[in-house]
Every structure is written in C-alpha cells, then in structure tokens.
C-alpha cells in the first residue's frame, strides 16, 4: 500500500494573528465605566431591599436585663519554702601521738658493746617503740601496709626509725618511704 500524502508538498504552518491595538480610549474614560458600573449595581440592591412584597418590619423591643459580670481574680498561696542545710564533712585530720620511752642506762651499756653496726641478729629492734603511730594491735607500721582513714597524710616512723608517711599509692592509701 502505498502512502497517498508522500507525494504531496507539506501544508504551510498558520499565519499567527496580528496583535490587538491598544486602546484608543483615554484612561479617565475607562475609569468612569467602571465607577458608572458599581453605581448601577449598588442602586439596584438598595431598591431591591426595600421593596418587601407590601410587608412591614416588625422590630422586637428588648427589655433591659441586669448583666452578670463575675469576675474571679486567683491570688496564688505562697508555696512552702524548701531550705536544705548542708553541714560540710571534716576532712580526717592525721592523729600525732608522741611517745617517749625512757630506757634504763643497763640496756644502754649493752647496745654501745654489741661491736658498733655489725648488725646483730635482732634487725631493726634496737630502739622499740620509736613510732608515733601504731596500729589497733599496738605495732609499728612499716612500709607498704595500708594505712587507716584515721591516718591519711599522718607522718610516723617504722621499728628502726626510718620515717613513713600515710600516701594514696596503687589505688590505696599506703604507708611509703617518705
């Protein structure tokens, strides 16, 4: 089948219309069509209301009646006053005891014989009851043992006289070489 429009010359596009002239009417002229216009249409609704098919309006009188204002005015109660005292924890002060010891002047002979520092067999036992602090069974602490709430930043001495002192160490409070 053989298509009957190939052979024909295409159609023209459609030649657009040519623009509208402007107005030729002044502006004042257009303006008074307008107000013209709402004159006519505010006139007819007037004579239209008043034309009540013979109909007369009847107007209800009111009587006065006594107006009730009630007016309420909250006044809030004054609120219970919270007061917190806080009394401030005392830091645990160190407990300094001294203790002096007298010993007798035998002892003392014996200990300047023993052969000046060749270290007898009794250690660090020379001078007993030297420390200041003891613990609850009554001896002297020595490096490294934990120490009391009662002695944190106290200072002492061990059984030989070397100073300690109560120090937070390894998560603990310990007595350390001072």
């Known amino acids: 089948m053989t298509n009957p429009y190939a052979g024909a010359t295409p159609p023209t596009p459609p030649v657009p219309p040519t623009p509208r002239p402007p107005d030729?009417?002044?502006l004042r002229k257009r303006v008074l069509v307008w107000i013209g216009g709402a004159g006519l249409l505010i006139a007819g609704s007037v004579i239209?209301?008043?034309?009540n098919d013979g109909q007369e309006a009847v107007q209800a009188a009111t009587k006065p009646r006594a107006t009730v204002t009630a007016t309420v005015t909250a006044t809030p109660e004054p609120a219970p006053t919270v007061t917190e005292?806080?009394?401030a924890k005392a830091k645990p002060r160190p407990t300094v005891t001294v203790t002096k010891t007298a010993t007798a002047k035998a002892a003392e002979a014996d200990t300047s014989d023993s052969g000046g520092g060749s270290g007898s067999g009794s250690?660090?036992?020379?001078?007993p009851g030297t420390c200041s602090i003891v613990s609850n069974s009554g001896n002297c602490y020595s490096a490294g043992q934990f120490c009391r709430n009662s002695d944190h930043g106290a200072v002492t001495t061990t059984e030989d006289g070397t100073e300690i002192k109560c120090a937070y160490s390894s998560n603990a409070w310990r007595w350390t070489y001072a």
């Open 24 to 26: 030729t009417r002044p």
């Open 48 to 51: 239209g209301s008043a034309g």
């Open 123 to 127: 250690g660090g036992q020379e001078d």
């Open 85 to 87: 005292t806080v009394e």
